[in-house]
């Protein structure tokens, strides 16, 4: 395989870095490791203050809330700075992983891979049907693809993590986690609920990003749940992160949407954690009902799920973490991907 000089595009709100709450910013980062490890160029476009292997090109910070203004500033960012590095580097191939890609896209005659971390209908539909040839796109799950289209097929890579650095000899603590962005879809309100009608003290791990949806909701749902039963933590890096899942009874995934995947749900289980979940989207694909976890209806359900936590092997857990969810597949899988666009054949005229 030849060097490659990989362009990465990041989401413009998010910083880049191992303690990112964003599954999409920490696959970037996993590929970005790999790309430099391996003696590839890896070019990364990103918020500032992000935390790279490779060559950096930061974005501004957006002050203040994200609305219209700041979204159309930040994308114009992104494209001036997209220009800058297909100016100064001869790129093989950009990779975008940004819920708004469309909104920067390079120009034609470049191969572009998106990677679709959301759920599909989170984004345009006339942006998942490009006449642009040179854009190909791929999921992170197989529901997730089974929402695409029919006429849209992308390849599956599922998402993966470094399951050896999740180890720990920590003893099991009387709580229960939750943990990520802090926003409506998530549905924490319910883990909270959950917790409290459980009598189990949650803790509630992540970050409240600048969105006026957000904030209400954090401070409408979120702390008014606070205190006997629940404690708001923040956002954590990954030494805290790690003895968290280590230590928790179990960790509550009550996304209300159809998650396209859980970093969280497999660094849990790679902790010897069981996952209690909402069987929504591709959390059944990670989540074994009875075996590594239990996935569930409502808030009652949750409950009871927590009181049952106990009966979960943690080497089952761990387990099936390393059977399933080591990130060197992921990452196989997508530098064969970049082979097959670079070398995929001319389209006839």
Known sequence: MKKLRVLAIAYPF???APDTAGGAEQILLRIDNALVRNGHRSIIIARENSQTSG?????????????????????EAVRRTTREALRDFDIDIVHMHGVDFYEYLPPEGLPVLVTLHLPISFYPAWALQPANPDIHFNCVSYS????????????VIQNGIQVESFRMDIRKRDFVLS?????????????????????????????VF???????????EIIPRL??????????????????????RAVLVPSLVPETSSLVAMEALACGTPVIAFANGALPEIVEDGKTGFLVRDEADMASAIRRSGAIDPDMCRK???????EEKMLRQYFELYERILHAPEPAC
């Open 14 to 16: 998010a910083p880049v």
């Open 55 to 75: 060559l950096l090109m930061p974005v501004p910070k957006m002050k203040g809330l994200i609305d219209e203004a700041r979204r159309r500033e930040a994308h």
């Open 144 to 155: 997730q693809q089974a929402g695409c289209p029919p006429q849209m097929r992308p390849p």
């Open 179 to 207: 943990m990520g962005r802090i926003c409506p879809e998530k549905g924490f309100h319910i883990a909270l609920d959950a917790a409290r009608r459980a009598k189990v003290l949650l803790l509630l791990a992540g970050e």
């Open 210 to 220: 600048p969105y006026g949806e957000h904030i209400r909701y954090f401070e409408e």
């Open 227 to 248: 205190g006997e039963w629940g404690i708001f933590l923040g956002r954590v890096g990954f030494e805290r992160k790690r003895r968290l899942l280590s230590a928790a």
């Open 320 to 326: 099936e973490a390393a059977l399933r969810f080591r």
